[in-house]
Every structure is written in structure tokens, then in C-alpha cells.
């Protein structure tokens, strides 16, 4: 059985959820100008992995530092943008004409946390690599990338026994 097309709806963004992608975009800007200040001062060889405990596994060359900013521009203005088409996500419900705008407006939100949280994850890798670089670490803070990592996954899980919890009666 073919799902109904889901309404497209333009959703106008709260104040919060304007206040969410500003604190994203403002750590991508962070990113990249960590990386533009830091760069010319960096040894040939920095960090480019960190295992579960923090400690460096893996080193090459500082230009393998200029990823980091760029995966963490790339992967923030793809989940900005994808996030403008909420009727193209999977929800957990049959999307109706009644509940669009609820459902698109809280799977926006979530997605506007779930981009904030990568943005900060990818700004704590580069600035725990510049230190560790320069000798200032010793490595990754890993109960600081553990409480980012369960921020991450705690946000989707929230928004999924949100559904649980308040179960429509089209429930997939």
C-alpha cells in the first residue's frame, strides 16, 4: 500500500529555532577561523586520529587539518538546507494535512539541534587537534566528546519517545 504524498508546508521558524542555527553557524565561523589563524604556526605533522581514551593513534600532515573545517561547513549547510524540506523526511506517523505543521515543525527543530551538536563536535575536534599539535594536550578530552556524543544521541532519542509517549492514532 502506497503512503499518501505529504503536504508541503512552508514552516516559518521560531525565534528559538533562528537562535539554534545562529549558535551553528556561528561555531562553523569559529571552525574555520581556528584553522586560518592557527595554521601557519602548525608542525608538519598534527593529529588525525584519537582513540576511544583520547590518545593521538594516528598523525600527517597539517594540510589534513583544512577537512575539518570543510566536512564541518559541508555537513552543516546540508543539514541547513535539507531542513527546508521537512515533507521529504521519514516520520514515525502518516503525515495528514491535521498534523503537518506540528510534525514538520518539531522534526525541524530536532534537526536544528542535531546540526548545532555536530557543529560543536566538529569545532571541539579542531581545537583539541590545534593543542595537541602545538603540546598543549595530550589528546582528545574524551568525557568532554562522550557528553557531546550523548547530547547528539540524547536529542534524537528525546524527539523519538516524544512520539512514543504522545502516540497519534495514525500511527505508522
Do not use: Q
Amino acid at each position: 500500500m502506497k503512503r499518501p504524498r505529504p503536504p508541503k508546508l512552508e514552516i516559518e521558524p521560531e525565534p528559538f529555532d533562528r537562535l539554534l542555527d545562529r549558535l551553528g553557524f556561528t561555531l562553523i565561523i569559529i571552525l574555520v577561523l581556528m584553522v586560518a589563524v592557527s595554521f601557519s604556526g602548525l608542525p608538519e605533522l598534527v593529529p588525525t586520529h584519537f582513540d576511544f581514551s583520547g590518545e593521538v593513534t594516528s598523525t600527517g600532515s597539517r594540510y589534513m587539518l583544512l577537512l575539518l573545517p570543510l566536512m564541518g561547513a559541508m555537513t552543516f549547510m546540508m543539514i541547513y538546507f535539507f531542513n527546508k524540506a521537512p515533507h521529504t523526511f521519514n516520520y514515525t506517523v502518516t503525515i495528514t494535512e491535521e498534523n503537518a505543521a506540528h510534525e514538520y515543525r518539531k522534526a525541524t527543530r530536532m534537526m536544528r539541534w542535531v546540526n548545532l551538536i555536530c557543529a560543536l563536535l566538529f569545532t571541539f575536534i579542531t581545537f583539541t587537534t590545534i593543542a595537541t599539535a602545538h603540546g598543549f594536550t595530550k589528546g582528545l578530552n574524551s568525557f568532554i566528546m562522550t557528553l557531546i556524543m550523548a547530547a547528539l544521541f540524547g536529542v534524537i532519542g528525546y524527539y523519538l519517545l516524544y512520539d512514543r509517549i504522545h502516540k497519534p492514532e495514525n500511527k505508522v
